[in-house]
């Protein structure tokens, strides 16, 4: 009875149904309410009589002061025979929220998991399975798009994982988790096999590209995997650097023999001497 009695109030403050049309309304004492029908099978019934492929206003809601401005709920798909329910929002005196959605309740509600707002899109007896469940663009251009699997495109309409961008990504930081075994400080265990670096100037010759690592051809069709990427170039990285101190090694060597005959030189020169 109370929302009954505020549509009732709102239908007397200004509530514009469809005009030019004949209505049959039903306002009885007690029991439904009918507005373009006179058997209504709900406490509120509204039906709108058809207008022929235009974009049909059942209600709008505007306030005195702000005539201009207005919330309506209408078939948004303008074509006879179909109706797609559509909520639209009009404002044009400032850049302020057209349309607001809220939930609020006590601080002492303000626990647990559950979230306040819930946007929920589904089949008749179950989770959808294949159509996207929301997008969000601006007439009718697609600008993100969440599948049936809870993926979210941002840019593209299908996307294939989690967050599928089709564009650049600004971030201040980007983690990325893996397990300690798959990390590769294996490369430094005393019985790791260290390809030599004529083994390496062979393959780099033969592939042109360093071991293990995708193709120019391959990264351009697939992409890179960035967890599985930072851990390619990290173990090429330490292979190097295994590498270098082998280098360092050989070359320290060699200058402490260089040094050794040197001073046997000078040695035999002083005993000419």
């Known amino acids: 009875m109370i929302l009954k009695s505020i549509f009732m109030t709102a239908v007397a403050s200004g509530i514009l149904l469809s005009q030019g ?50 919330l309506t709920i209408a078939n948004g798909t303008a074509i006879n025979g179909r109706f797609i329910p559509w909520i639209q929002a009009s404002r044009i005196y400032s850049d302020d929220f057209a349309l607001g959605i809220g939930a609020s309740v006590p601080e002492t509600s303000d626990v647990g998991t559950m979230p306040m707002v819930r946007f929920d899109a589904r089949r008749s ?4 399975v294949n159509r996207p469940l929301f997008s969000w663009g601006s007439y009718e251009s697609n600008y993100m798009t969440m599948n049936a699997k809870g993926s979210l495109g941002i840019g593209t309409d299908n996307p294939q994982q989690k967050l599928s961008v089709k564009g650049k990504i600004q971030a201040e930081e980007i983690k990325v988790t893996t397990t300690a075994t ?21 393959f780099v010759k033969t592939n042109k590209h360093l071991p293990e690592m995708p193709t120019a051809n391959e990264v351009e069709q697939n ?41 046997k030189k000078i040695d035999h020169k002083r005993c000419l001497l």
């Not at 309410?33 to 207008?51: C, H, L, S, W």
Request: net charge negative; hydrophobic share 35%; glycine share 6%.
């Open 125 to 128: 007896a179950g989770p959808l």
């Open 182 to 202: 798959e990390w590769p400080d294996y490369v430094f265990d005393e019985d790791y096999p260290l390809n030599s670096l004529k083994e390496l100037e062979t």
């Open 223 to 263: 992409g890179i995997q960035l967890g599985e990427m930072i851990k390619k170039l990290l173990k090429n990285n330490e292979e190097l650097t295994l590498h270098v101190i082998s280098l360092q090694k050989q070359i320290l060597e060699m200058k402490a023999e260089i040094d050794k005959k040197n001073e």
């Open 21 to 70: 049309h004949a209505q049959t309304n039903i306002f009885p004492a007690t029991g439904n309410v009918g507005i373009g029908m006179t058997n209504p099978v709900y406490q509120i019934d509204v039906r709108k009589a058809a207008e022929n492929n235009l974009w049909e206003k059942i209600v709008q809601y505007t306030v005195s002061d702000a005539p201009n401005e207005s």
